[in-house]
Structures are given as structure tokens and as C-alpha cells.
């Protein structure tokens, strides 16, 4: 009975962070940033009134989020005009590779089947009608992102400009003079790690973009610039965001580069460059600390993607660290699952 109690009472927690989407997503997020800002409140904060370095500290972040994505919706609404043009050259080039192949197999009359299929030839022709413009459709959401991003930037400043009291508040509930001494330190370690993890892998984040539009240019991929801030968002997502910031560049070079070996090399670039920050970069920088099992990464994405979609898979990896950090610092059996999620 208490353990069907305890499955139901998960399943209906669940169902409610799932509803309670446009609160928690940007909450979570705001008490991520807040960690990460905090330092920066801290020293304004020796020569101004906290609450007023809060309100320059939310300011100033909010205003070089909405400065880069107005930056990026003319170039992007470009691209995503562009796709049905991309895709009529993969049809072209999967066409001539399979002409090639015909003649060097025995089964020379399905390869050209398969062929006309691919390159909408032949009798049996699919029809593809696209229902609505991915315009419209990325402008029907443009609403709720802009409220969830206000709501954050709210939380934020609340965060920064009370976030100390708040926590000496938290810490001064117990009343065993010991214990609330282990708060603080508890509480203190995780706002430095978090901190800590989260600059890290956005300094990280943001060289990837460096070198990303750097080789974008050097392979004369158009919107360099593009694809390499792309890439570096793309990456707080593990694995979901490679192959996508992948597919991204891949379809930019079909529609400017002549052959298939300068298509297929923006993107080979791209994972060589993602595969040296995550496997060599970003460990070396944060350690054995933060290290996390991959197989609870992706677990985490598929989860958070599917309670808050896309918002979710981007802090994902930073919940499940936080998880993690707190885990450490708790009784009982709770050190051990943080082992079971470390890598």
C-alpha cells in the first residue's frame, strides 16, 4: 500500500511540474542565472545599494539576450526559406550517387528506383505539402517565449536583489547553533560549484562558437556567424544539440557547396570541434566534480524535454549536476545515488 501510495503520489507530482510549466520553467531558470550572477551583484554591490546592482545586473542580461536574438531571427527566417531549396540539392546529389551505384551492382534496376523516389521522379511520386510556413509557425510561439522570458528576468532581479536574505533566513531554521552552521556550508558549496559549473561551460560554450565561425568562414559556409552562435547555444543540450547544429550547418552547405565531400566538411568540422571541448576542454576545466554519467544526461534531456519541451533540455545537464550536488551533501542512502549519477 505505501509503495503504491509513493507512485502514485510521484506520478501526480509529475503531472503537476508538467502543468505548472510556465511558472517553473522560469523559475528554474532564474535561480540558475542568479547563481551565476550573484558574483557580479556581489561587487557592484560594494558601491551601490544591492537592489539597484540587481537592476543594472538584470538589465544588462536582458538586454544582450534580446539584443542577440533580434541579431538572429532576419538571418534564420532567411535559412528556414532556403530548406526547400536544400532539399532539392540532397536530391540532386542522393540521385547522382546512386546513378553511380546502379552501374557497379547487380541490382541496377532497384538502385534506380530508389533514386526516382528519393529525387521525385518516376510514377509513384510523393506528395509533401507543408500545411504551415515554419514562419508561422516559430511566430505562434514567439507569444510564449516572450512571456516565459519576462517572468524570468522578473524572477531574476527578485533573486539577485534578495537572494542573501533569503538565504540567511533559510539557514537560520534550525535552531541547533551545529546544524545550522552544516547550512551554511552546504548552501555555500552549492551556490560556488554551481556557479562555478555553469561559467565554465559557458566560457566553453561561447569559444566553441569562436572556432565554429571561424572554420564556417574558412570553409566559406555563408553566415558564419550564424551557424557558430548556433553551435555554441546548441551545446548546452549534449548530444541532441551536436546532431542538430550538424544537421543545421549541413543543410547551409548544400545550398553553397559544389560538391559532396565540401558539403559533408562544415559538419565533420563541427563534431571534431564539439568533440575536443567535451571530451578534453570542459573535463579537464571542472574536474572529476561535476562529472555526470552520460547515460543520466540523456535520461535528463528526454525528461525535461518532455515536461518543458525545449526550455527544459536546455537545463537539463545543470539540474541534473545540481542534483547531484545536493545529493553529496544529504544522509542516508542519498551519497550513493550521487555516485550512481557521477560518471
Sequence with gaps: MNRALIVLA???????LREAK???LPLTIAVFLSFMLSPMVDLLGRR???PLAAIFVTLGFAAMVATGALQLTTPLEGWMQRVPEAMTALE???ADVNSRLSSLTDARESLQRMAERMAGGGEDKVAVEIEEDPTSQAARHLGGVASGFAIAVLLLYFLLATGNVLTHRLVRLPRDPQRRRRYVRVVRSLRSGVAHYLATITVMNIGLALATTAGMYW???PDPWLWGILGGLLNYIPYVGTIITVAAITVAALVSQPTMADILAPGALYLLLNGI???ILTPTVLGGRFSVNPLF???AIIALGWLWGVGGMFIAVPLLVFTKEVLTHLGGNAPRLARLIAR
Aim: no cysteine; net charge positive; glycine share 4%.
Design 277 to 279: 571541448e567535451a571530451t
Design 219 to 221: 570553409l566559406g559556409v
Design 92 to 94: 540532386r546529389h542522393v
Design 297 to 299: 544526461v540523456f535520461l
Design 10 to 16: 510521484a506520478v501526480a507530482v509529475v503531472l503537476l
Design 48 to 50: 551601490l545599494p544591492r
Design 22 to 24: 510556465p511558472f517553473m
